[in-house]
């Protein structure tokens, strides 16, 4: 007895210091800038706003083809349900965590046959028994709840993996479907050029026929005219490509798919001043790699738990009786307590392997999340120059459009006049449909850019509230 006195100071030692463990600091994470390097002078800086709804951002476009799609993209996309199916799983972790807090409570019975020594006349005998059990594990150091808490923050990165995920998907559906109708205008103005190729050439033999022109004059013409066709027939490949593409994104089979042509109705939206640097902290690609650090945080103290002792209790009450009918009388009751302290002495090394390789994994998360963060400023910023680009490419496009209609028109008309080769004429109606593609091709990139930029700052904006005062440093974006 005095020696088991003189062991409980020990045991207390031990006790209050596995509830003074502390969780180990997480590694140092780099501070985010205040601003945005592209958004200078035009972008001024505003609270974050991560816990707000930003709403239906793919309706700032204004077309309802795409409102449809991308709901529907949400419901039906295979990535969208695989995310939903791995958020349920963690979500059950954590129940089957939580349960481990709680005592375990169960039904038991059983028949046992047994004979020679230590039974009655080296008689062999039956022992039949029923009861309840109950045991639970007393969490003196916090192991148990801290595997709780990592499961639940396993879960809540499963959650905002899956909202990066329906927002991928929601974006990858917009720039599918944007580059479509892009397509569209394209393929359209190509099929112009072709017609009116063919009106020309149609002009040109009936000269040659008259003997006004050389052969070659009519031979240029069908060159021109093929070779546009052929330019027609490929971007009629890119559009199925596309539109097959696009079926899968909406959960659909491509065989069973179709979206007619049509015309290029979607409003380009232009995102307000106001949007800081910390609002990537709503990004839930960058809340999933936090929720992923602290989980990893928290699974160092659970590997640290494992040197203190593990208490058990333990309890059941019932009957035991070598004959049935006797089994259930309050005479043949029994019960029995008990506790249960484990502490292993010598393990090989195993607890230390378990510490380290919990704290490798914390580093490992610590730097997943530095990488998440500095790879979202760069996205940002990859699209805000590109939207500046963008803009500025296409008022010189422009300008190079408007030029080359006036070459057109002029060389049409000195053709016409006979001061001018045909192929001075050819040359000019070829640099015209040059620049149209190259004008489309870049309000296209505008489009795709606003979507990238929309994506990268978490999927979507806050917009001032009605009434509410705008900084006075607000500058509008250009």
Excluded at 77 to 98: F, K, W
Excluded at 283 to 307: C, I, K, Y
Aim: proline share 4%; aromatic share 6%; net charge neutral.
């Amino acid at each position: 007895m005095n020696r088991t006195l003189r062991l409980l100071p020990l045991l207390a030692a031990l006790v209050l210091a596995g509830c003074a463990t502390a969780l180990p600091d997480v590694p140092a994470q780099a501070e985010p800038p205040a601003q945005f390097k592209e958004a200078a002078a035009r972008w001024t800086t505003a609270a974050p706003a991560e816990a707000r709804h930003r709403g239906d951002w793919w309706q700032a476009f204004g077309d309802p083809v795409l409102d449809a799609l991308v709901e529907s993209a949400a419901e039906y996309n295979t990535d969208v349900q695989q995310a939903s199916a791995r958020l349920a799983q963690a979500r059950a972790l954590v129940r089957a965590a939580n349960a481990d807090r709680l005592p375990w409570v169960g039904l038991g019975a059983g028949a046992q046959r047994q004979g020679g020594a230590g039974t009655a006349d080296n008689a062999p005998g039956t022992l039949l028994n029923a009861g309840v059990e109950v045991s639970y594990e007393a969490d003196l150091f916090g192991r148990l709840a801290r595997n709780r808490d990592a499961a639940a923050l396993d879960a809540e990165s499963r959650l905002a993996l899956l909202h990066s995920t329906r927002l991928l998907v929601q974006a990858e559906t917009a720039q599918a479907y944007l580059g479509l109708r892009a397509l569209d205008v394209e393929r359209a103005l190509v099929r112009d050029t072709v017609a009116a190729y063919a009106d020309t050439l149609r002009l040109t033999q009936r000269r040659h026929q008259a003997g006004d022109i050389a052969e070659l004059d009519v031979v240029r013409v069908e060159a021109e005219v093929a070779a546009t066709e052929s330019e027609a027939l490929a971007l009629d490949r890119q559009r199925a490509a596309l539109e097959h593409a696009l079926a899968v994104l909406v959960g659909a089979p491509a065989s069973q798919f179709a979206l007619p042509a049509d015309t290029w109705r979607t409003a380009l939206p232009v995102i307000p001043p106001g949007v800081p640097a910390t609002v990537l902290a709503r990004r839930p690609d960058v809340a999933a790699a936090q929720a992923s650090l602290l989980a990893a945080q928290a699974r160092v103290g659970v590997a640290q738990a494992a040197w203190f002792p593990a208490v058990s209790l333990t309890a059941a009450g019932g009957f035991a009786s070598p004959d049935l009918g006797d089994l259930f009388r309050w005479s043949a009751r029994s019960w029995g307590i008990g506790a249960l302290l484990s502490l292993p002495l010598f393990d090989g090394g195993r607890r230390v392997a378990g510490v380290e390789n919990a704290q490798a994994q914390l580093e490992g998360a610590a730097a997943s999340y530095r990488g998440q963060v500095l790879a979202a400023f760069r996205e940002v910023e990859d699209q805000l120059s590109a939207l500046r680009l963008l803009r500025e490419q296409s008022q010189a496009q422009a300008r190079a459009v408007d030029a080359a209609t006036r070459a057109t028109t002029l060389s049409s008309t000195r053709y016409r006049n006979g001061l001018v080769s045909q192929l001075e004429l050819l040359d000019a109606r070829r640099s015209e449909l040059r620049n149209r593609r190259q004008a489309l091709q870049v309000r296209s990139a505008q489009f795709q850019a606003t979507v990238g930029l929309i994506r990268a700052l978490g999927g979507g904006w806050e917009l001032p509230a009605v009434g509410e005062e705008k900084p006075k440093t607000e500058i509008a974006a250009r």
